[in-house]
């Protein structure tokens, strides 16, 4: 399960600390709850979308319910607030863990299949359902393509593109000798 959380930022002044802050500590507090298992941060390459992006994978809706996530990586914002625009929260079904994107690349996330991707170059896609939270949009696809492509995509109707601001985080799962996580 994917949750995905995007907005604005209106304060020049106060932005640079504030990515900060995100990329450095709060991506870290959410990757130890437990429940998360990825989380990655994007910045948008086209207009009329929200300016951030970041892309955590969960192990269900609960784990947002959670003490832990509470404690750990709920909030944490009151600081900069006033300044965080376009705020939107979605939990999406998803069959696999979110993609590791490299900054040799692009997450790309459409409304729409875009058929040339997947048929004409086997690009595999990352099909999403809404599950919980704002639920909007319904449905969404996501493809990985590489950075030079970008301008391919930059004008179609309902794709937002977005760049890595981050290396994706994961959380190491520990084997145990009788094989069980």
Not at 101 to 129: D, F, H, K, N
Request: charged share 15%; hydrophobic share 40%.
């Amino acid at each position: 399960m994917f949750y995905i959380v995007e907005c604005s930022y209106s304060d020049p002044q106060s932005e640079a600390e504030w990515n900060a802050f995100y990329s450095q500590i709060k991506l870290p507090a959410l990757i130890s709850v437990n429940g998360f298992t990825t989380s990655q941060r994007f910045r948008a390459v086209t207009l009329g979308c929200p300016v951030y992006l970041a892309i955590h994978t969960v192990k269900d809706a609960e784990v947002l319910n959670s003490e832990d996530y509470r404690l750990k990586g709920g909030g944490n914002f009151s600081r900069w607030q006033d300044f965080i625009t376009d705020w939107h929260r979605n939990l999406y079904t998803c069959r696999y863990p979110a993609p590791v994107i490299s900054t040799e690349e692009i997450l790309l996330l459409s409304a729409q299949p875009i058929a040339y991707l997947t048929t004409q170059l086997g690009y595999p896609v990352w099909e999403m359902q809404a599950a919980g939270l704002d639920k909007s949009p319904e449905h969404r696809l996501a493809y990985v393509v590489p950075h030079n492509m970008a301008a391919l995509f930059m004008n179609l109707p309902g794709v937002d593109l977005y760049e890595a601001m981050t290396p994706q985080l994961q959380k190491s799962v520990k084997i145990l000798k009788n094989g069980h996580h």
